[in-house]
């Protein structure tokens, strides 16, 4: 949920990065710490087990350009992608503006891509958000690896409710696709929440 | 939500109040959703960001716990460091209130003020959100050149 405050000059919005385990939500995060500037970036948190697996949460708040003389924040959250950490996933996703889904490219994760959206979609409904209102984006990571799927079959796959949405290929690792995925998301939370002029393609803007 | 001027005045009227009565040296305000709404305290430097983003998760986290055992949420908790502690709980079903206190008072105090700053806080979140969104300079839609926003690469 957008929060505006008129005192700060603020506009605060949530952005979530979801998707199976060890999809790369995490390492989108890490590359999107490393390259921004400091003053335009906060304290990059990761809530880990021991084998580098996120627990509960990544969380890096980002602020972006000015509005009509309010900065635009963004913090960005990632979830635990295992199966079994549902509970905490879910609790990540409370209030949410916009979505990044980070698939697996690899043909034997595919299944675990399927899943994962779905739970992403029952988990929504559990608080009243509905998938088709709510800004996202789909990154198809680990593009550089030898057994990935085609990008047709992806979003065959990942992609094909009424309204399609962005989706980009990535390398998280090395940043790849990464800036184009959290622009892009950021700019329809954005005009999700203000609108925006007629006769303005979102996606080429 | 939109929190105006007159909103973060009154906020802080009861947040400085609280933290008069009960001893404690900070007082943040947040949504559930892990963002702060209002601070008022101490002038040191705290990451105040991270530890809204931290608080809510582990507010949450203690919520989802007392599910488990039947309960609606635990509506306190209650961090106890060796010179510093911190008391978190229930504003409403979209707000928390965190308070950062020391040795100079105790958990006590801290929860029995906390209650009465929640029920007036309450009051002005549950007015902000039921009130019309006049949006004021952000009422007309996104120009193009203004939605393209975007974060760039610093440059190695």
């Known amino acids: 949920m957008a929060i505006i405050n008129y005192a700060q000059k603020v506009i605060n919005f949530k952005v979530v990065y979801y998707g199976p385990g060890v999809a790369g939500k995490t390492a989108n995060l890490q590359h999107i710490h490393r390259s921004l500037p400091g003053d335009s970036k906060g304290n990059m948190i990761s809530l880990a087990a021991g084998d580098d697996r996120t627990l509960f949460f990544d969380f890096l708040p980002v602020s972006a350009l000015t509005v009509r003389g309010f900065t635009a924040k963004f913090q960005l959250y990632t979830v635990p992608g295992q199966v079994y950490y549902n509970m905490t996933r879910k609790l990540v996703l409370r209030g949410c503006d916009g979505l990044i889904f980070v698939a697996d490219s690899q043909w034997e994760r595919l299944r675990e891509n399927v899943e994962s959206f779905r739970n992403l979609e029952e988990n929504l409904r559990e608080y009243n958000y509905n998938i088709d209102e709510i800004p996202y984006v789909i990154q198809y990571n680990k593009r550089d690896l030898a057994n990935v799927a085609p990008l047709e079959y992806m979003e065959f796959l990942l992609n094909r409710r009424a309204r399609r949405v962005p989706s980009f290929e990535a390398v998280a690792v090395n940043g790849d696709g990464v800036f184009d995925t959290l622009n892009t998301v950021s700019r329809m939370v954005l005009v999700g929440e203000f609108g925006q002029e007629k006769g303005v393609d979102l996606e080429t803007a | ?156």
């Open chain 2, 1 to 156: 939500m939109v929190i105006r001027e007159g909103d973060s005045e009154k906020i802080n009227q009861v947040l400085t109040a609280f933290l008069g009565e009960s001893g404690a040296s900070e007082a943040l305000l947040i949504d559930r959703s892990g963002q702060l709404l209002a601070m008022t305290g101490a002038n040191r430097a705290l990451d105040t960001v991270s530890i809204s983003a931290l608080a809510a998760g582990a507010f949450s986290s203690t919520g989802a716990l007392a599910q488990l055992l039947g309960e609606t949420e635990f509506t306190v908790l209650f961090h106890q460091g060796a010179k510093e502690s911190m008391h978190v709980s229930t504003v409403d079903d979209q707000a928390i209130l965190l308070a950062i206190f020391g040795e100079r008072t105790t958990v006590g105090m801290v929860r029995l003020f906390a209650k009465e700053a929640a029920i007036s806080v309450g009051k002005i979140l549950a007015e902000a959100r039921e009130r019309p969104k006049d949006m004021k300079e952000m009422s007309t839609p996104l120009t193009a050149e203004e939605s393209r926003t975007g974060f760039g690469e610093k440059k190695a």
